[in-house]
Structures are given as structure tokens and as C-alpha cells.
């Protein structure tokens, strides 16, 4: 689309003129990368011009390749500038109804929780709200949380309801916030808990805390043990931890230990799932 706006603009337009006539109002899906950050501003004047009135921002989850990860994953920094920017974005564009995720479940951490209980909202709701299916019948608690070890059935073999009732692994998903992972996580102590609790793809163990969360809602004791007080404040920790050089300087840019941090983000969950995935080929 931004390789060559004025073509796909003319092809957007048609698909809402068809689906106009149909009585139809069109939506698009926006994964929120850097690559879509760098031009959302854009991206969202395109989409509202050519007529689109729903729009869902879908948090960047892990593909296979780390690197790809690494270049695309926005940082903290990013994210709360996203957040400014959207709030913006939705006053410019009050036509347009936006949605997210509840990778980005973060955003509704302000709200408070009365007012959060009435609106429903809950943040994640794998195997509670939502099911995924695969073309092979294998259903899983969310789209994004696949694999041998997290199937929960099969259509084709297996009753829904049944699984639906009796499944161990929905069930342990319903439950999440009751876990030791999750309690002992800076999402298990966020008063946010409840209607956020972060996204079970980017914890360690695909059912604790999400670490990717850019501003849990915790004490000051709290950001610094989960090492949320300030990226710059633990960058300048490790390189002290590193060293200089005679002249002064640091063995490890800023930038480098950026990439070594946003490396070790990657859920190892998926790194699991991922050398199961190649053996199998």
C-alpha cells in the first residue's frame, strides 16, 4: 500500500463502492510495527479518505525470523508515543471506529476498573471468549497461541461442547491470573490486572506476565524490580556493568544494547515452538 499508494487507493476505493451497494461498511486490520508506526499518520488518512469505518490494531506478535523481530518490534519508547498519537488520531477521525487487540490491552490500563467491568472489557480471553480452529480441525485458545502442546481438540474427532467444557488447556487459560506465573509477573501486581493482564503470547511460558508491556500500573519499588523504571537508567546499567574505554567511551552503544534487550524479549515459548516446527520438516 505505501509502495505504491495511488494504485492501491484506486483498488480500495472500488471495494467499498461494491460493498456499499451491498449495504456493507469495510474494515481493515493494522499491525502496529515499526514499519506501519513510521507511516501511520499516512496510513490512516489513505484508509478514512477511501471510506473505511472500522479499523482493529493488532499488536506485532513474533514471526519465525528473531531479526525480522528485532527490526520490527516497537520499543517501549514507541509504544507510549503510539499511544499519545492515537488518542489524537481518534479526535481527528471520530467517523472511524477503532479497536484493538488484547495484545494492546495496555492501552485501557488508565481506565478504571468499575467503568472497565461494565464496558466488558477483559483483556485477554483465550479459551474463555474466543477459540481458534486450523485447517486440520486443531482448536487452541487464541490465534496466536498454537502448537502440539496447546491444542485443546479437534473438531473433527471431538464434541465442541465437550471440549469447550472439559478441555484442561482452556481452562487453564480461563484461569491465567490465578497462576504463579502470572501472580509472581509485574502483570500479577498491575492494578491493571483485571481488565488488561498483558497478552499470553509474550510471556516466557505463553501463560505468565507480559514483559513487552510498555507502563504497568505498579509502585516505584515494583517498576524497578521488574526493570520498567526506565530503559535508559537499566541501558546505562549494563554498560557500566560492561565497561569503557580508556578514552571514556562505552564497549556497548545504546543501540546495541537496545537490540541485545529487544532480542531477549522474544518469547521462548515460540522459540520452542519454532525448533519443533523445523524437526518436523
Known sequence: MLEQP??????????ITMTSELGLDIGANLIISNSTLSEFEYIIELLATVGFKRLTLLRYKPPEDIDRWVKEKPDEYTLLEFERKLLKTVDTYPHIQF???????FLER???????ESKGIRGCTAGNRILS???NGAIFPCSQLVGQELSAGNLLEDDLQSVWINSEVLKRYRSFRTKKPFKASQCGHCSAKIQCGGCRVFAEDALGGDSGCPEPVLTTAMLRKYGKYGLSDTIVDIQEGIGFTDGGCPYASFEEIQGWLAAEDYPKWVLRKNEIRRKQL
Open 6 to 15: 495511488e494504485k492501491e487507493k484506486e483498488k480500495l476505493t472500488q471495494l
Open 99 to 105: 479497536r484493538v487487540d488484547c495484545g494492546l490491552a
Open 110 to 116: 488508565k481506565l478504571p476498573s468499575q467503568i472497565a
Open 133 to 135: 480452529m486450523a485447517p
